[in-house]
Structure formats: C-alpha cells, structure tokens
C-alpha cells in the first residue's frame, strides 16, 4: 500500500529538515508518495497569503501531511499559518508526548507524559480587538461542544496507549463560567471510563510546580488551548528541549504531523539544524495510519543514534550535519526493518 502525505517544507530550516524526515521514513520500506506543497513568508508576495488555498486542499484530498516549521511574526504582520490550518481543518485535538531519550543530557530520567491540547478555541481563536488607543482586548471561547471533544480523546487516547491517568488543567478558581465548563466537561467524560482510567484536576498554576517538582506522577494531561501550548513547551523541556519534541493535530478528517520549534532562518541552509523533532513526529504519523512497527523502528533508531553518542547534531553536543544524522538513523531504521521482515530459518 502506498500513503500518499501532503509535505510542507515550511520556513527556514523547515526544507533541511523535511528532507531528513523523508530520508528516514522511507527506510523503513513503506511506500510514500509525497504531495509537495509551500506555505510560509515566502508565499504572501506570490499568493498575498502564507496559506494558499493549495495547501488546504492538498491536506483536505490526502488526510494526512507531515509540516515543517512555519514562521510566525511577533506582534505584527500575518497570523499564525500554524493556528489558521488548525481551524480551517478543525484539527481539534493536539498531542505533544514529552518521552526521556537516553543520551540528552536533563535534570530527569524515564519522563513520560502526554499533553492532549484542545486545539480550537480559546484566546488563540484570535476575537480580539484594540479597545482606543491605550489598550486591548481579547476574548476566550471555551465551548461545551469542544470540550467534550477533547476530553473524551484523551481518555480514549489513554485506553488505546495503556495509560493510567488523565489529568485536567484548569483556572476554573479564577474563570468560573469558562474553564469552570472546560473542568464539568472532563468530570463529565471521567465518570465514564470509572474504574479504568484514573482522574484528577489541577490548577494550572499549580500544575506548573507539580511537573517541576515530580513529573513522574502525571501520564496524559489534558488542557485548554492556551494552557496546553505553555505546558507542552514545559513538558520539552524536562526531556531535552523543543528540538526533541514531536507534534501531531488530529482531526475527524486530517491529520498533521509537526514539530513544535521555530524556523531558525538565520540558519537555513547550513546543514546544522537538528531533525529529530520532526523525524519523530514523522513517527507519529507512522502510528497514526496503523503503522505501529515502522513507527517503533523510527523511534528506537533515535534513541540508539543518540543514545551511541557518536553522531548528534549540534545541538545535542556533537557536530554531525542535518543529513549526516539522519543518514545515521535511516540506516538503523532499514536495518530494524530487514531483521523484522526477515524469515525465520527452519526448523530441522
């Protein structure tokens, strides 16, 4: 069978690493066919948009695309390409998995959470306007509907995983009406999956310390739009940092798959970025189309790369090159790959 995937390339770096990404999934022997598309700074003046209407429609035919990092202005000019595909293709559900890999160097050994971030809603739904000339408002939109969605994927995320726990995150001491409905709606979805998936809810606050102090006693956590992106750039940060951290927004009909990190244009073309992020959300995607062993191929070939100490990016301590690093790890996946389809010799 072969997948055909939607690619964008992205800002920056994001072409370098594309190409490092397909390198390694197509080691492990799967048939792709890749939908190149572009989106990013470089389309306004061709398009007038960072998102040409290509783009969605690619996504929209395939169901499924693999994204390198795209830039987003602070303060000004275009919104932000990442958020505009979330909503266009209501990818509601964002999942940022936070794993230990041995050999990066952290202050934590054998984490291993997930962040299920409503991807929706929230004050990124971008109502916000200049109230004069001295100030500005933003509004934030928490709905039942979207709620109710997001919970029950993570508890049906946790079943599917063999996870033990969901945690909620919350403001709702402060935000009684609208993270107060975000808490009813998770108590509400809890209830059904009593007896085997535990729950419990925290202040997000609260939850900030508590990942600090003992990550260890979190599993899948669960979170408002807002809460969620600062709590999944927290969580990157107790396994090594964003240039490790997979990304995948999953929609009723599409999937994207990317990392979480910037474009970095002031190193575009220098063969020095780091690919692992988006290697490994390559392997999400992997997981996502029931490709379980080819994605566990990916993700072991990372951590035995890393893991060996010989050939890591830069910024992992080493000085391989993008495509020397994932030459390194396209060769461990094709042989985890020749071993598994390999036939076992007979019996005499």
Request: hydrophobic share 45%; charged share 25%; aromatic share 6%.
């Amino acid at each position: 069978m072969t997948h055909r995937v939607t690619l964008i390339p992205g800002d920056g770096i994001g072409p370098e690493l594309a190409d490092a990404a397909v390198t390694v999934l197509e080691a492990t022997g799967i048939s792709f066919e890749w939908e190149r598309v572009d989106a990013g700074e470089a389309m306004i003046e061709r398009y007038g948009t960072p998102l040409p209407d290509e783009v969605l429609a690619s996504i929209r035919r395939n169901r499924l695309a693999l994204k390198g990092p795209i830039t987003t202005p602070i303060g000004e000019g275009f919104r932000s390409v990442n958020v505009a595909l979330r909503q266009a293709l209501d990818l509601y559900a964002n999942v940022r998995p936070g794993r230990s890999i041995p050999g990066i160097a952290s202050r934590y050994q054998d984490v291993d959470l997930v962040i299920v971030r409503e991807n929706t809603e929230d004050l990124y739904a971008g109502i916000e306007h200049r109230v004069g000339a001295d100030a500005a408002e933003s509004i934030k939109i928490i709905t039942r509907v979207a709620s109710m969605r997001i919970a029950r994927y993570a508890f049906e995320y946790a079943v599917a995983n063999g996870r033990r726990k969901v945690t909620a995150v919350h403001k709702a001491n402060i935000m009684k009406l609208s993270d107060g409905l975000f808490l009813e709606c998770c108590r509400t979805v809890a209830a059904d999956y009593a007896g085997r998936i535990e729950f419990e809810d925290r202040i997000v606050d609260n939850m900030c310390m508590q990942l600090v102090q003992r990550p260890e006693q979190f599993d899948v956590i669960v979170a408002p739009n807002l809460y969620g992106d600062i709590l999944s750039d927290l969580v990157a940060g107790l396994v090594g940092g964003l240039g490790v951290a997979p990304g995948a927004n999953i929609g009723l009909h599409a999937a994207v798959f990317e990392p979480v990190h910037g474009s970095a244009p002031k190193y575009a073309g220098l063969d020095i970025a780091d690919p692992t992020a988006l290697i490994l959300s390559g392997a999400l995607m992997l997981r996502h189309i029931g490709e379980t062993a080819a994605a566990e191929h990916v993700e072991g070939a990372i951590r035995s790369v890393i893991g060996a100490g010989k050939v890591l990016p830069r910024d992992l301590g080493g000085s391989a090159g993008t495509k020397a690093f994932a030459a390194a790890v396209a060769e461990r996946v094709g042989d985890a790959s020749r071993a598994a389809t390999k036939p076992s010799p007979a019996r005499p």
